[in-house]
């Protein structure tokens, strides 16, 4: 369960620790297109790390924090600001530095029309849609996607397997989901848009939290709204639907940066922890923060220490 | 900031956000119907339990610390808590404004009881009424006017707080405030809130002027 999610209760920021760096033997990913112009910024006087209102944003952003302290950055981590129609802005004014971001939804949210769902080609997208003044640095090979689940039972009772499937019963189901998620393109404008799909009604509830789940469990919605690096999934036996349109775009982690702090040390950083996490691990990482009821800095500065950035 | 007050002056006038489900007239009706049966509920348990410690004078401490809990307990991690005990329904709203409106209807109940003077209550006794003639045609009659301030109160902190029913998915005003938030749309937020600030002050108002007229022939 996501306690973080409640209100934003801004928790905060302890002091991380100093970890020491070694070079992983991963080769780097595709980098076609990633970032414009050289490294004209500075992260001489820190850099701030905001992170999203959900835990596996706040795991991201204690690991940039432990990777560049590393690199000798100075940090300040600001977690639980909210969701991307918040964060974002906040980077452009100057409160944030740094974002762990996603490529589908960050592509999604600076440019709604395009549709590509492939990482190389986002990439490329997302170079050309930045707003001025802000950066994707490379993306890592760690990815977390929009997905929607079903209970086993429900899947078994309207035989469902993939998203089409739920246009056959238009009217009939209920859905979960954020409250954003009522009008963003991954959520129910683009389910109707390519796969027919019309619920009975939409719930607004939390993003990948108690009360989404809670209710997916209970049987007060028949779909729920998750994320694929959620280990709840698994262990309840949920179904994922799959999506055979492409609808749900890759979703690797990509840094959002400020131009003004994205110096090469900073760079370097952030591309040796994504080319080392994977998306395993990742959802490892949030089980421990969700389940294990684990603070998300610490889960943070282990894993960094045990594979070799610390 | 102007910008934005303008596209507020806008939403609020606007015919298109006032029809449909999520039209303000809708959210509305919604928002007062939670309030009023909120209300509603906490007087059935807060009436008579303040005018029972008032009459007898007995367990008052108790009674009076144990309903301010309510007061004291964080309404959504009420909310939360019910939910995951019971699932989606309305009645973890309704468990959080119940315990926020039940103290403040205990405690004027209560006040409003003690305050009536020993000495008419003897002459009563004295006349030979029994204890629930006392209770209901002397100490009731003479204890409404605080009575009515307790409702009022309650009424009041129920209707802005009735908002956190959009947090479990449901309506009410405070669908615009939790959807604008996560949408960052400032003016429907704004909006919510605007909202709901009339609603709780146009119901102050109109209660205390009701009160009013029925204690008018009352003026000290």
């Known amino acids: 369960m996501n306690r973080r999610t409640l209100l934003g209760g801004l928790f905060a920021a302890a002091s991380v620790p100093a970890?020491?760096?070694?070079?992983?033997?991963?080769?780097?990913?595709?980098?076609?297109?990633?970032?414009?112009?050289?490294?004209?910024?500075?992260?001489?006087?820190?850099?701030?790390?905001?992170?999203?209102?959900f835990t596996e944003n706040q795991v991201l952003g204690y690991l940039y924090a432990a990777v560049l302290q590393q690199a000798g950055v100075k940090v300040?981590?600001?977690?639980?600001?909210?969701?991307?129609?918040?964060?974002?802005?906040?980077?452009?004014g100057g409160d944030i530095d740094l974002l762990p971001e996603y490529q589908g939804a960050l592509l999604n949210y600076l440019a709604p029309k395009d549709n590509s769902s492939e990482p190389g080609t986002m990439q490329n997208a997302l170079t050309l849609a930045m707003p001025s003044g802000l950066q994707v640095l490379p993306y890592g090979q760690?990815?977390?996607?929009?997905?929607?689940?079903?209970?086993?039972?429900?899947?078994?009772?309207?035989?469902?397997?993939?998203?089409?499937?739920?246009?056959?019963?238009?009217?009939?189901?209920?859905?979960?989901?954020?409250?954003?998620?009522k009008k963003r393109r991954v959520g129910a404008i683009g389910l109707k848009d390519v796969y027919g799909v019309e619920f009975k009604e939409f719930k607004s509830l939390d993003s990948d939290g108690p009360l989404v789940k809670g209710a997916l469990k209970k049987g007060d919605v028949d779909v729920a709204n998750l994320f694929t690096t959620d280990t709840d999934i698994a262990a309840n036996d949920w179904v994922v639907l799959t999506d055979p349109k492409n609808l749900i775009p890759s979703q690797h982690i990509v840094p959002l940066i400020a131009d003004r702090k994205a110096d090469d040390t900073v760079r370097k950083a952030l591309?040796?922890?994504?080319?080392?996490?994977?998306?395993?691990?990742?959802?490892?990482?949030?089980?421990?923060?969700?389940?294990?009821k684990k603070d998300p800095e610490d889960v943070a500065n282990a894993y960094a220490k045990q594979h070799g950035l610390a | 900031?102007?910008?934005?007050?303008?596209?507020?002056?806008?939403?609020?006038?606007?015919?298109?956000?006032?029809?449909?489900?999520?039209?303000?007239?809708?959210?509305?009706?919604?928002?007062?119907?939670?309030?009023?049966?909120?209300?509603?509920?906490?007087?059935?348990?807060?009436?008579?339990?303040?005018?029972?410690?008032g009459h007898t004078g007995k367990g008052a401490f108790l009674a009076i610390n144990l309903s301010s809990f309510g007061r004291a307990l964080p309404t959504v991690g009420l909310v939360v808590l019910v939910f995951l005990a019971g699932g989606l329904s309305m009645l973890p709203v309704y468990v959080a404004l119940v315990a926020l409106a039940v103290p403040a209807i205990v405690t004027n109940t209560y006040a409003g009881m003690t305050a009536v003077d020993?000495?008419?209550?003897?002459?009563?006794?004295?006349?030979?009424?029994?204890?629930?003639?006392?209770?209901?045609?002397?100490?009731?009659?003479?204890?409404?006017?605080?009575?009515?301030?307790?409702?009022?109160?309650?009424?009041?902190?129920v209707v802005a707080t009735a908002t956190i029913a959009a947090y479990v998915s449901f309506g009410g005003l405070g669908r615009y405030v939790f959807d604008g938030l996560a949408q960052r749309d400032l003016v429907q937020v704004l909006g919510g809130a605007v909202l709901v600030a009339v609603v709780a002050v146009a119901l102050d108002l109109l209660l205390s002027t009701l009160q009013r007229l029925l204690f008018r022939h009352r003026a000290a």
């Open chain 1, 142 to 181: 760690a990815a977390d996607s929009d997905c929607f689940v079903v209970t086993r039972a429900t899947a078994r009772k309207y035989g469902l397997t993939t998203l089409a499937d739920l246009a056959k019963q238009n009217g009939k189901l209920v859905i979960g989901a954020a409250p954003e998620v």
């Open chain 2, 1 to 53: 900031m102007f910008e934005l007050f303008k596209n507020l002056g806008k939403w609020l006038v606007s015919g298109s956000s006032w029809s449909g489900s999520d039209g303000i007239a809708h959210r509305l009706a919604e928002h007062l119907q939670y309030s009023l049966l909120a209300t509603l509920i906490a007087a059935a348990i807060g009436l008579p339990l303040g005018l029972l410690i």
């Open chain 2, 118 to 157: 020993p000495d008419v209550k003897d002459a009563a006794r004295g006349q030979g009424m029994r204890g629930h003639q006392i209770l209901f045609q002397v100490e009731l009659p003479l204890a409404l006017p605080l009575i009515m301030t307790g409702l009022r109160l309650a009424l009041i902190q």
């Open chain 1, 76 to 92: 300040k981590v600001r977690p639980n600001l909210g969701t991307r129609e918040i964060v974002i802005p906040a980077l452009k």
């Open chain 1, 271 to 292: 591309a040796k922890l994504g080319n080392v996490l994977t998306t395993e691990q990742l959802t490892q990482l949030n089980s421990q923060v969700d389940n294990d």
């Open chain 1, 19 to 53: 970890l020491a760096a070694c070079s992983s033997g991963i080769t780097s990913l595709d980098g076609s297109g990633t970032t414009s112009g050289g490294g004209s910024g500075s992260s001489k006087g820190g850099v701030t790390i905001g992170t999203a209102n």
